[in-house]
């Protein structure tokens, strides 16, 4: 093996090291993630709870369940069907004219299995998930909210 052919070997295998551990550092990170809700994908609207929850109801989703199970909470929990998908959404005031609309998990089978957005599905499933709510639920939402 020649000199520069032994460079680029050792340049390759740290790089490699590297990044290894960059993806070990970082995939840790579930374990220090604070909070009930840690990898939802938030939206905020510049609407009251009411408003938005009102909104969400003047879409007609398919299943929708806006009916809070544990008023208790900080949240809002909403249910709905999305395709053939349903959705674990909520909504949490932020002051009298903004609230936190999030999309938290999806059962993709009739077994119920959830699975978290941001941490359990694959990365091109939790984009084009996203990219789905968003085109959807969030841009029919804020059509509806100015109304």
Not at 10 to 16: E, G, N, R
Not at 82 to 106: H, I, P, Y
Not at 129 to 139: G, N, Q, T, V
Request: aromatic share 18%; charged share 30%; hydrophobic share 40%.
């Amino acid at each position: 093996m020649n000199k520069s052919k032994f460079k680029f070997f050792i340049i390759f295998t740290i790089i490699l090291f590297l990044l290894y551990h960059l993806i070990s550092f970082f995939s840790t990170f579930h374990f220090y993630a604070a909070g009930s809700y840690p990898y939802a994908e938030t939206y905020t609207l510049k609407y009251s709870e009411k408003e938005v929850i009102n909104a969400l109801e003047k879409l007609k989703l398919k299943n929708l369940d806006t009916k809070d199970k544990d008023t208790t909470d900080f949240w809002h929990d909403i249910y709905f069907d999305l395709g053939d998908k349903k959705m674990q959404t909520w909504t949490r005031s932020f002051d009298e004219k903004q609230t936190s609309f999030a999309l938290v998990s999806v059962s993709t089978n009739k077994k119920s299995e959830w699975k978290l957005v941001n941490q359990d599905l694959g990365l091109f499933e939790n984009i084009l998930l996203k990219r789905k709510f968003e085109k959807e639920i969030i841009e029919r939402l804020k059509i509806e909210l100015k109304k």
